[in-house]
């Protein structure tokens, strides 16, 4: 059966899933040649700088980690609060892992074995799963792909886990410049 919301109905549904008031704690930022927001809006470019250092990540799962999935560790590691308390994360991309995809779809295409390792990078949620693994934090993680509309999305989905737990959620949006041949 479907029904007409009237407008009390409406606000009262959208009061119990968007919170009062919700500020930005921090912002992070991380662009080839420039390390942070603070040296975009300087001007102060590295030619050098093609890859973030994700620190975050230990070193083997920095080696192997794609450049979206190093770039949502610098984000992380930009703006978690320094004592790194367990923190709700939300990683929003507008295609998820796309270069990764389209790696391995290129192997397939070619006829090469493909490993199952590479597999499990090439999914949306990689870079939540392993900022996750690498600081140990067993709360609440997950991953949006939604187009254009995926920092909005972001921001929705962080806002409905305040309203339900309070406290402070991690939202990373990134994205690569990568093949649209799909």
């Known amino acids: 059966a479907l029904g007409v919301a009237t407008p009390e109905a409406e606000s009262a549904a959208r009061d119990r899933i968007v919170p009062g008031h919700v500020w930005v704690e921090a912002v992070g930022f991380w662009t080839p040649g ?27 799962a920095r080696g192997r980690a ?3 999935t190093r770039v949502f560790a610098e984000l992380y590691e930009q703006i978690a609060p320094p004592e790194r308390p367990e923190l709700p ?29 590479g597999f499990q990078a090439s999914v949306h949620n990689t870079a939540a ?6 600081l140990g934090d067993r709360s ?12 909005a999305m972001s921001l929705l989905e962080a806002m409905a886990w305040l309203s ?8 990373l949006v990134a ?8």
């Open 34 to 60: 420039y390390p942070d927001l603070r040296a975009l809006l300087a001007g102060t470019a590295d030619p050098e700088l093609r890859r973030p250092p994700a620190a975050l990540l230990p070193a083997r």
């Open 66 to 68: 794609s450049l979206l």
């Open 89 to 117: 994360l939300v990683c929003g991309s507008a295609s998820g892992e796309m270069a990764t995809t389209l790696a391995l779809l290129d192997q397939l295409a070619q006829g090469e074995p493909l490993s199952p390792a």
């Open 129 to 134: 799963g392993v900022i996750s693994i690498a």
């Open 140 to 151: 609440f993680s997950t991953a949006l792909a939604a187009g254009v509309d995926t920092w």
């Open 164 to 171: 339900v737990h309070g406290g402070r959620v991690a939202v």
């Open 175 to 182: 994205d690569e410049d990568a093949p649209t041949r799909l």
